[in-house]
């Protein structure tokens, strides 16, 4: 679940990415990268938070007004491979330099035919590094077939055979040295890619391509569109656009963008991140009532931040109190995102303080967005029980995550999750809570799709027991 961004136009790429890479951050901390080109390809990559990676040094030497950046948030593959850090890039043809989200659930049959048929050699365990070495080789026997001719012709061609090989979801952005930038999004659309465009103090158009919209406004860009599911945009360096859908097939973005990943101000496939979270918790609230007539918290916490919206939506529709009863420090990194259980842990108690006064002798619900492994949310239910917490209720936004992700969310196996494993009460006693309620898949789906006008079909949840829209691992 990366965030990439893609920038072309007559202005210096390099800090415009590292902009945008500061505002994806919390899409992926295990590293980034940058890649601008001119004459030739300039890179940087590293492990670790953006601002720690970048100096000015390095800014200095990416020189160019084209580029592409990918923060890195690893898939169980890329975990045990430290190089595998995009962007990746390879001199044949032209020059492409390529960043990916998402995640394949057919690379090893893709590298087999990578490596014995098409003489190209991968040297990371990355599925974005497969993409490109499967894209450029597309690409290149079809320069050898014919003439130049029109370029987007033979982009779209070497699109349209990924999308023929290539099952799972992804993301992709990939700039052409002499040529321009390339994007496009898997048949289903389950990665997000959405375009901006603005037009400099020369008066040419400049345009970016993003997993998110959350940096358009503080680099002056206007949200154009989102990228189609199945389709492929090529910006040349004279800032001409051309675009394709190259297949259709059911729109199923990953529901778990509205529930964690976004940020609450962007857009995701015209739908508001932030009301689609605000109505996550109005049925929340909706379902309590249902469920438990007048039983009422003294007060709603959120666990800070994602919950924040749901828990103050579920506040108003019960008529409760609601409080910043943990206090979160800015300065640590997302715990569901780290990478591994033990940093996970001591992240929860390094991350959130709870409040006294909030909690002492009060009967108390924490909303969390979701319950994926169990054991931070153990953690908080702790913390607020040694806070004094006369009682206290669990409450998810997300439904019982049972199935594992094959699409880029590290959930690699049931094993690691607590509800493919336990039944309600189980969990409820795991936590140490009084009461637990789980919103309900159909809820959920509501509410990202009530409201915006997008072209959803239905959202992919298949970690929420839903079909897996794009394959499955073998």
Known sequence: MSGIVGIIGDSPAATQLYDSLIQLQHRGQDGAGIITCNERLHFKTGNGYVRDIFQQRHMQRLEGVMGIAHNKYPNSSEKIDPYAIQPFWTSVPYGIAFAHSGGLVNKEELASLIVTKRRRYLNTASDGEVLMQLFSSELENRLVEKSEGDFFELIKESVASIFELARGSYSVLALIKGKGLIAFRDLHGIKPLVMGKRVNSKGKEEFIIASEDVMFYMLGYTFVRDIEPGEVVYIDLEGKVASKRLAIKEFNP???????????????????????????????????????????????????????????????????????GLYKNPFIGRTFIMSDQLQRSQGVRYKLVPQQLEIRQKVVMIVDDSIVRGTTSKEIVTMVRNFGAKEVYFVSACPPVIQSCYYGIDIPTKDDLIAANKDEAQIREYLGVEKLMFQTVEDLIEAVTRKGEHKIDIPCHACLGGPYCGGVIA
């Open 254 to 324: 990953c529901i778990f963008e509205y529930v964690y990943f976004s940020r609450p101000d962007g857009m995701q496939n015209s739908v508001s991140v932030y009301r689609s979270r605000l109505r996550m918790g109005q049925n929340l609230g909706k379902r309590w009532k249902a469920l438990y007539n007048d039983l009422r918290p003294d007060v709603i916490i959120p666990a800070p931040a994602t919950a924040n919206t749901m828990a103050l939506a579920m506040a108003k529709e019960l008529g409760t109190n609601y409080s910043d």
